[in-house]
């Protein structure tokens, strides 16, 4: 999947305002490449010098409780729905026109290493 930080995007979305773009224009925003969960617990795990493992629930079991709760708790059906986008692949920015607009896209070992810094880890260099 494409990942951006929250404070990233907001940054962007300030910069916009005054960026030289179209009415209604549409910019893809993320990071330098697409990564996966084991990816980015790799990449912590080497700026923190530890170990990081990976857990997920099962989509499958996901999608089955969004099924039987989805009446009576709309969310569990909507992140069952969520996950499903997630695992076709599709979740991936082009990330071509955010370079033109606002310069090259984060790293995701600079994005990391600032998204770990933020909750106070001190990261290796």
């Known amino acids: 999947m ?8 907001a940054g962007y979305l300030a ?14 925003i993320g990071w ?9 617990a790799d990449i912590a795990g080497r700026l923190l010098g530890e170990r ?4 997920s629930i ?7 409780a969004g099924k039987v709760l989805g009446p009576a708790v709309p ?13 076709t692949g599709k979740y991936v920015a082009d990330t071509t026109r955010q370079q033109e607009v606002f310069g090259p896209p984060p790293t995701a ?3 990391v290493a600032r998204f770990l810094s933020s909750l106070g880890h001190t ?3």
Request: hydrophobic letters at 50%.
């Open 32 to 40: 330098d490449r697409p990564v996966s969960m084991h990816q980015i």
């Open 15 to 28: 910069a916009a305002v005054d960026a030289d773009v179209a009415p209604g224009s549409r910019i893809d």
């Open 75 to 87: 969310l569990a059906r909507d992140m069952s729905a969520m996950i499903d986008w997630f695992q």
């Open 52 to 55: 990081i493992s990976v857990r």
């Open 58 to 64: 099962p989509a499958g079991l996901l999608r089955t």
């Open 109 to 111: 070992d600079d994005a």
């Open 2 to 9: 494409t990942f951006v930080l929250m404070s990233d995007l």
């Open 123 to 125: 990261v290796r260099k």
